[in-house]
């Protein structure tokens, strides 16, 4: 299956978002790794925001990563193809998706 790219990339919005997931949620939040597979997806907790959020991110590219924030069904769908600041800090932080982000940048 062969991912697609959700709506249109604001160059200002995505570079916003890496410098809030650098510089907030690396720094401040804890990103934990589930140890179950949910459907063949790599889940994540994040916490230490005004409220946790849950990240599901594919290994094998099957999918777009998801996270359940309102930011990721709003303006970042409609600006930066759903990559807000916690699937960019969670694929950041975690090398074997670090790949995933070119999604963000193509």
């Known amino acids: 299956m062969t991912m697609e790219p959700a709506g249109r990339l604001s160059l200002k919005a995505r570079d916003d978002r890496f410098l809030r997931a650098a510089a907030i949620v690396l720094k401040e939040y804890t990103i934990t790794r589930r140890q179950a597979l949910e459907d063949g997806w790599v889940v994540f907790d994040i916490q230490g925001g005004t409220k946790d959020y849950v990240v599901k991110v ?10 359940s924030c309102p930011d990721a069904a709003q303006r970042a769908r409609d600006d930066t193809r759903g990559y807000c600041k916690h699937i960019i800090a969670t694929l950041l932080k975690h090398e074997e998706f670090r790949g995933q982000l070119l999604e963000v940048f193509l």
């Open 58 to 67: 594919h290994p094998e590219w099957r999918g777009q990563p998801q996270c």
